[in-house]
């Protein structure tokens, strides 16, 4: 009896549900419940050849800058060349869509690729007879690119040429979502913003010409830097999420794009006062500017994007911040170094293709000098927190890189020359001057780096 009572009432549950769903379709917007799945990848390699030790990951794939001189017993250890190839990178990801109801439209990716998983030597004698980068054993890991869903608001205002679009999850930073015409994994980094991110960003579209975008960033993989090195520590105990905001204006062929970045974080909540453990209050924030732009016609492309301000190490920009200071309460006063990060970008061609990227970074230090009279007015290196793939005794670098694609059908195959310089200076008994530069003895140091791809796209 109790059985079948549930079941009457299940029964006049269901009738009544679909009863009232009928009703509201009368006045409910029109749903479009078909999900479309495109999936999407590619296998690649890479073969690359370097003529010094330098500063990569990924299996040596992804590229920074080339070490500095390092002499022990008359011989410069990082004047070493090297060779290796590897498919790590190769990529599989599904774009949804299709899913709307009245004039919202929802869509979402995900998409993964292999990583480094590849250790040092385990043998102790790697770091004698080898440099430093002796990563040569392991196995590619996979790891998760974006995932993200996305709702889009189209047709509103009176002449329904508006659309509101918004966006959750991991996905490109938006200061670093315009890449140079490049094959090369790092896409022209570290001379432009380089990241991928927890975010929830909203782009607004007015008319047919104008762009409106803001932000809330977290940080997962590319990290700010501090006393305890990269981490997202320092964000999750600021409290504050980076923000991000920019106007675009676009037209046929071409755009441009002006915005900025804050960054407010805790590189430490605890610190020590006559030796006992206290909170403090420290806090470092810094504000980052960007411009972009790009026009194409026909088979010719430009592109050029610039950067300055403060930090922006968790992009993998050269640069970071210092401790300047101490205070009575057992907190420390931090500063920002300021950097200037510009690329250029050719293309010309099709099924040929040609390429020319040019790239220029300077370290502009500290805005005023530092007040530390104890220490002659010089900061010790140990105080300035750079980003974990540079160095802080840099003061300028630069970077010529053509390339050439061949283009048939599905498979991409490129050729690369890549000239790295960087201009570094000594420190002067481990610190570096007032305003957060090594300027003694200015050198330059270059790395040739020829790069082949084979990219089958599916």
């Known amino acids: 009896m109790k059985r079948n009572l549930l079941t009457l009432i299940a029964l006049i549950l269901s009738l009544s549900a679909f009863a009232t769903m009928k009703a509201d379709t009368q006045t409910a917007p029109k749903e479009s419940p078909k999900n479309h799945f495109k999936l999407y990848g590619f296998i690649r390699n890479y073969f690359i050849f370097d003529s010094r030790e330098s500063v990569s990951g990924t299996g040596d794939l992804f590229y920074y800058l080339p070490k500095d001189v390092n002499m022990k017993d008359g011989i410069d250890v990082n004047d070493q060349s090297s060779f290796r190839f590897l498919a790590l990178t190769s990529r599989l990801g599904v774009d949804v869509s299709g899913y709307s109801v009245g004039n919202v439209h929802f869509g979402a990716k995900i998409e993964g690729d292999f990583y480094s998983g590849l250790s040092n030597s385990s043998n102790a004698n790697a770091s004698v007879y080898f440099p430093g980068n002796s990563k040569i054993s392991g196995t590619a890991t996979a790891r998760l690119r974006q995932a993200y869903a996305t709702v889009t608001w189209k047709e509103l205002g009176e002449k329904k040429a508006n659309s509101v679009g918004l966006k959750v999850g991991q996905a490109w930073h938006p200061m670093a979502a315009d890449h140079p015409h490049l094959f090369s994994l790092e896409v022209g980094a570290p001379f432009g913003p380089f990241s ?53 204006y676009k037209t046929k062929g071409f755009q441009v794009r002006l915005g900025a970045d804050l960054v407010s974080i805790k590189p430490r909540v605890l610190g020590t006062k006559e030796g006992a453990t206290v909170k403090v209050s ?8 960007y411009a972009f732009a790009q026009y194409s016609y026909k088979s010719f492309a430009v592109k050029a994007k610039t950067t300055y301000g403060e930090g922006g190490e968790h992009m993998n920009l050269m640069s970071g911040y210092v401790k300047v200071g101490e205070n009575s ?5 931090y ?29 502009l230090g500290l805005s005023d000098k530092a007040h530390i009279p104890y220490l002659d007015a010089k900061i010790p290196s140990s105080d300035v927190y750079f980003c974990g793939n540079g160095f802080s005794n840099i003061n300028q670098m630069y970077r010529i890189n053509p390339q050439l694609i061949y283009n048939i059908g599905k498979l991409n195959v490129g050729l690369e020359y890549q000239y790295t310089g960087v201009q570094y200076g000594e420190y002067d008994n481990g610190n570096l001057n007032s305003y957060g530069l090594a300027d003694k003895n200015l050198h330059w140091v270059g790395n040739n780096r020829i790069n082949v791809m084979v990219k089958y796209n599916f």
């Open 196 to 248: 991928r991110t927890p975010l929830v960003q909203m782009d607004a579209n007015i008319g047919k010409n104008w762009v409106v975008s803001a932000a809330a960033i977290w940080q997962m993989q590319y990290q700010s830097t501090g006393p305890v090195g990269s981490s997202a520590i320092y964000m999750k105990y600021g409290l504050t999420p980076e923000v991000y905001a920019a106007v675009a």
């Open 282 to 289: 420290d806090r470092k924030t810094s504000l980052l500017y």
């Open 335 to 363: 500063a920002s170094l300021r950097n200037s990060s510009s690329w250029l970008s050719l293309s010309y061609g099709k099924k040929w293709q040609g390429v020319l990227f040019l790239g220029y970074v300077k370290n």
């Open 329 to 333: 309460d057992g907190s420390w006063n």
